[in-house]
């Protein structure tokens, strides 16, 4: 959940800059289509750029071959800071309540719509719409395929006030304001995306009366019948229909001269927002590049192979020499080679290493996380007062399952329990590969637990989990 957050909170700073943006270019433009489009475009592009994820390689040439140790994790068991658990669960349950509301008061709004449809005197019309009269005192107004009027504005047949409302269905203002109620609930937190959603509905006022107008209906009556018919249509608020609220904003747009065509050309400056926020989300990989010794022989018939433990690749050379060996001139020692690895073959149970090494999905890091978050500290061994280092192996099996779990240095029966208990419940790794196929690869892992206040026996690897006691 802090994870989503985390990613709602980049579409809120993205929602941000996107209406500031259409604030101070686009909203006293005329061209009403083009400021529907961008406003609508944004709130989608805010909720999408986030998971765009540019992944850029580059090569870091290394002058030695570091040393791997293969499983040295030592999850700690400590207690958990309660203040920022706290707020680890009030800003979820918090935010969970808004989006819940907000629903809530769309469907609730959608939920009355339908009801009085249902009650109404529908009439069909040619063009596809329904024109529902109903006996409440509720102002004309339109939903989906439906225009909603009461009798009193039925028996006066307005046709400015039909046209209004056709204009909205024809150009499917329902849709955006459906779409626009939905991803405000996922930011009902944020200012701006209600500016947008006040904006946009704006828009789709200007965009009917530039339907209405288009018939040749006299502006000057046309904007008297509006001030006349202006009124709140309360419960109805995904309904489009005609409101004090933007009145004064409708008529002066009206009044407003049409913008030059040269205005389009504003709309070039979305183009460097959403590089910049391509760029800050981007990340980069480092690929490390082993430069070999001064002298590196193979024994003959050996192919070349790529060794890769974690992120790191080791490529190894053959050479025509029958008895190979490795000099090493800085430190002086001289070692006979005679396999570099173990074909499948020759051992048909498991390998402790292989040319490409199994691994944890999302690697070392998740696989840090998922100790962290899943080993708990046995209560019974806790009362006891039992710590220690519980030594684990386990069993990458050629399609990534985890097997043949077993605990070959043992604390005690509680502690052997639960670190067999979080091995055991590993999603599938990554299986390892030798020669081109999949292979069975063992693994030994240490997992230290301590109790408050107290230390435990350390060891030589520096790799360390820190397990949170719930």
Request: glycine letters at 4%; charged letters at 20%.
């Amino acid at each position: 959940m802090i994870d989503f957050l985390i990613y709602d909170a980049k579409v809120a700073v993205l929602i941000v800059v996107f209406y500031m943006f259409y604030r101070l270019l686009l909203a006293k433009e005329t061209f009403h289509w083009v400021n529907r489009i961008v406003l609508l475009s944004t709130a989608l592009l805010s909720f999408a750029l986030p998971l765009c994820v540019i992944t850029t390689h580059q090569t870091v040439v290394l002058d030695a071959v570091p040393a791997v140790s293969v499983g040295a994790l030592h999850p700690m068991v400590q207690e958990e800071d309660s203040t920022a658990s706290l707020w680890q669960t009030a800003i979820p349950i918090l935010y969970i309540i808004g989006v819940v509301t907000m629903l809530g008061h769309t469907l609730l709004s959608v939920w009355r719509v339908m009801m009085l449809v249902r009650r109404s005197e529908r009439y069909p019309q040619a063009d596809g719409t329904t024109l529902c009269v109903v006996n409440d005192d509720v102002p004309p107004f339109s939903f989906c395929s439906f225009i909603v009027m009461n009798h009193s504005d039925y028996e006066a047949h307005e046709a400015a006030v039909l046209a209004h409302e056709r204009g909205h269905i024809r150009l499917h203002h329902s849709c955006d304001v459906l779409l626009v109620d939905l991803l405000t609930a996922l930011q009902w937190f944020n200012p701006a995306m209600w500016m947008l959603r006040a904006d946009l509905r704006a828009i789709h006022e200007y965009e009917a009366d530039g339907a209405v107008l288009s018939q040749g209906i006299n502006a000057r009556q046309y904007q008297y019948l509006l001030i006349t018919k202006a009124a709140s249509i309360g419960g109805y608020s995904i309904a489009n229909g005609i409101s004090h609220s933007t009145l004064k904003n409708r008529i002066t747009m009206m009044l407003h001269k049409k913008s030059p065509r040269s205005s389009f050309m504003k709309l070039l400056a979305l183009i460097p927002i959403v590089g910049v926020a391509l760029a800050l989300n981007a990340e980069t990989v480092n690929d490390y590049v082993y430069q070999q010794p001064p002298k590196k022989i193979v024994k003959k018939g050996n192919k070349s192979a790529t060794a890769k433990m974690g992120n790191n690749s080791i490529e190894i050379i053959p050479d025509t020499a029958s008895n190979a060996r490795i000099d090493n001139p800085e430190v002086g020692v001289q070692k006979e080679v005679k396999d570099v690895f173990v074909p499948v073959e020759q051992n048909p149970e498991f390998f402790d290493v292989v040319e490409q090494m199994p691994e944890y999905p999302g690697g070392a890091h998740a696989l840090f996380e998922y100790l962290a978050k899943n080993i708990r500290y046995p209560e019974s061994a806790e009362k006891a007062g039992i710590q220690g280092r519980v030594i684990a192996t386990f069993v990458v099996m050629k399609d990534g399952s985890i097997s043949n779990v077993k605990v070959v240095k043992s604390v005690s029966p509680e502690l052997d329990t639960e670190a067999r208990r979080v091995l055991s419940a590993m999603p599938n790794w990554t299986p390892g590969m030798q020669n081109g196929k999949a292979v069975n690869v063992k693994y030994t892992v240490p997992i230290s637990f301590a109790l408050p206040d107290s230390k435990i026996e350390e060891t030589k690897e520096s790799s360390v989990v820190v397990v949170k006691m719930k």
